[in-house]
């Protein structure tokens, strides 16, 4: 609900409806303050005190900057506390990894990405899956297969990591206020012992590539932005971006 008023309100900016864009606003303000009066503790504690309590409050925002921080390092220890192993389901998974990174915990994102203990995504894929299961139990080695009734093999992706695979760890991103990528982001984060990722979209003005590579102790770096369209590179470690316009960038760090 707030996460939608919120982008109601956004919608209404863009359409220069000044009137409706405040008015929605203030409504996502007001569901986020109810849900804190309702749902957190003084201590800082979401009730349930679950994985996806803290993702969802994190992803939507409904939490105070100041209170962010904690939340995110309270979520880190309900993945500790569950062996490192992820006990989300379809409302929060996307998110899980995207908020991980985001409140700097990428090695933990990294981990639960690569882990092939049930249940996670590495343990579907070296029992053969292809696609994404409806189920993180669809198939055990202790069980074999869940109900037939409810246990698709190649489901529909709220489960599904392929977002943050492009976003995060090969970095390539949209720009909000330049959409279609006529303006395009790339925020590689390398990390999880990977050696190299790279990711390609064809847009509208082109193909867009995102990559990098190790190499000793060097991270290179290889962009490619489509023609009549511009970017801005984030490198590993650097706090500013680079601006580059059209053709294929390579950076070292």
Same mark, same amino acid.
């Given at each position: 609900?707030?996460?939608? /008023?919120?982008?109601?309100?956004?919608?209404?900016?863009?359409?220069?409806?000044?009137?409706?864009?405040? =008015?929605?606003?203030?409504?996502?303000?007001?569901?986020?303050?109810?849900?804190?009066?309702?749902?957190?503790?003084?201590?800082?504690?979401?009730?349930?005190? %679950?994985?996806?309590?803290?993702?969802? /409050?994190? =992803?939507?925002?409904?939490?105070?900057?100041?209170?962010?921080?904690?939340?995110?390092?309270?979520?880190?220890?309900?993945?500790?506390?569950?062996?490192?192993?992820?006990?989300?389901?379809?409302?929060?998974?996307?998110?899980?990894?995207?908020?991980?990174?985001?409140?700097?915990?990428?090695?933990?994102?990294?981990?639960?990405?690569?882990?092939?203990?049930?249940?996670? #995504?590495?343990?579907?894929?070296?029992?053969?899956?292809?696609?994404?299961?409806?189920?993180?139990?669809?198939?055990?080695?202790?069980?074999?297969?869940?109900? @037939?009734?409810?246990?698709?093999?190649?489901?529909?992706?709220?489960?599904?990591?392929?977002?943050?695979?492009?976003?995060?760890?090969?970095?390539?991103?949209?720009?909000?206020?330049?959409?279609?990528?006529?303006?395009? =982001?790339?925020?590689?984060? @390398?990390?999880?012992?990977? %050696? #190299?990722?790279?990711?390609?979209?064809?847009?509208?003005?082109?193909?867009?590539?995102?990559? #990098?590579?190790?190499?000793?102790?060097?991270?290179?770096?290889?962009?490619?932005?489509?023609?009549? %369209?511009?970017?801005?590179? #984030?490198?590993?470690?650097?706090?500013?971006?680079? =601006?580059?316009?059209?053709?294929?960038?390579?950076?070292?760090?």
């Amino acid at each position: 609900y707030a996460s939608g /008023a919120a982008l109601v309100a956004q919608v209404a900016r863009v359409l220069g409806e000044t009137a409706e864009a405040l =008015q929605f606003m203030a409504l996502a303000e007001t569901i986020k303050a109810a849900f804190r009066a309702e749902f957190l503790d003084a201590d800082g504690v979401l009730r349930g005190d %679950t994985q996806a309590a803290y993702v969802l /409050a994190l =992803q939507m925002d409904l939490l105070l900057p100041e209170q962010r921080e904690a939340a995110a390092a309270r979520l880190v220890r309900r993945l500790a506390d569950n062996d490192g192993l992820l006990s989300t389901g379809f409302v929060a998974t996307p998110y899980l990894c995207h908020v991980l990174a985001r409140f700097g915990h990428l090695d933990v994102a990294y981990g639960l990405v690569l882990s092939t203990r049930f249940p996670s #995504w590495g343990y579907s894929i070296v029992h053969g899956a292809t696609t994404m299961w409806e189920r993180w139990d669809g198939w055990t080695a202790e069980r074999g297969f869940q109900t @037939p009734g409810m246990n698709s093999f190649n489901h529909y992706a709220y489960g599904a990591i392929g977002d943050w695979l492009y976003r995060v760890v090969a970095g390539l991103q949209i720009v909000a206020s330049r959409p279609g990528y006529k303006h395009i =982001q790339f925020c590689p984060e @390398p990390g999880g012992g990977l %050696t #190299w990722a790279k990711a390609e979209l064809e847009t509208l003005h082109g193909k867009v590539v995102s990559g #990098w590579r190790r190499d000793g102790g060097e991270v290179i770096v290889e962009v490619t932005v489509p023609t009549n %369209t511009t970017a801005s590179v #984030w490198l590993p470690g650097e706090a500013e971006a680079r =601006q580059v316009g059209s053709g294929t960038h390579t950076f070292t760090v």
